[in-house]
């Protein structure tokens, strides 16, 4: 099946550590985002990629960093600099080609990042 | 980037209409009205979006007003399903990115 994956769904890390959080996608999109989303907020944009081996900043990239160098993977790494790491984060693709479903962007389930 | 404006919540009974307000007052002429929806601690779903007519699909219609100062989305018979925060966006032209308000909670009731 097409889709976005993120994994895990839940993770726990101490204060202080870095972690890594992975995005996968099979639609053959150009176009990668990661949003963070904390309790009763919309989402903030952290970073996007509209095509391999670049990426913006969004409005909130303080504390975070990422990577494009495959099509399918946009792995965000939360480092010991963000302040408020605890948060459900999002990650979305777009295909960047007019296509009927080229201003739709497609959200994967989350992942929900506790840090202790 | 336009900013948008809605309401906290709303309920709707089951089978009827959910009408749902969004308004953005400082939209330019080429940045499209976007809604999503999320049902809790999934990601969000795209539900539909459009610049200047009404839009349908299979989902929702979107209805914007003449001046483009505001819209509703319109659900044309609530189930409990679609029981979700609803969000309304207006989608920069030059980067293609959301910006997500707190959007509106809607509650459909059995």
């Known amino acids: 099946d097409g889709g976005i994956t993120q994994s895990p769904k839940y993770l726990f890390r101490k204060e202080g550590q870095n972690v890594t959080l992975s995005c996968e996608q099979n639609?053959?999109?150009?176009?990668m985002y990661w949003y963070r989303q904390d309790p009763g907020q919309g989402l903030r944009l952290i970073y996007y990629?509209?095509?391999?081996?670049?990426?913006q900043k969004g409005d909130i990239a303080e504390g975070y960093s990422v990577s494009r160098e495959k099509k399918e993977s946009f792995p965000l790494t939360v480092t010991s600099a963000q302040k408020n790491p605890t948060a459900f984060y999002l990650c979305?693709?777009?295909?960047?080609?007019?296509?009927?479903?080229?201003?739709?962007?497609?959200f994967g389930p989350g992942t929900r990042l506790t840090v202790l | 980037d336009a900013k948008t404006t809605q309401p906290t919540s709303m309920d709707c009974a089951e089978g009827r209409a959910a009408n749902l307000p969004c308004n953005h007052s400082?939209?330019?002429?080429?940045?499209?009205v976007y809604w999503y929806r999320q049902i809790h601690s999934q990601g969000p779903q795209y539900i539909i979006h459009?610049?200047?007519n009404n839009e349908t699909n299979e989902m929702a219609s979107l209805i914007i007003t003449e001046d483009r100062k505001s819209s509703t989305l319109i659900l044309p018979h609530a189930t409990l399903r679609d029981t979700a925060v609803y969000y309304c966006?207006?989608?920069?032209?030059?980067?293609?990115?959301?910006?997500f308000g707190t959007g509106t909670l809607l509650a459909v009731q059995p």
């Open positions: 979305a693709s777009r295909p960047r080609h007019p296509t009927r479903s080229y201003n739709e962007q497609f």
């Open positions: 639609l053959n999109h150009d176009a």
């Open positions: 990629s509209q095509i391999v081996n670049d990426f």
């Open positions: 400082t939209i330019s002429g080429n940045e499209y």
């Open positions: 459009g610049l200047k």
């Open positions: 966006i207006v989608r920069s032209g030059a980067t293609n990115k959301l910006i």
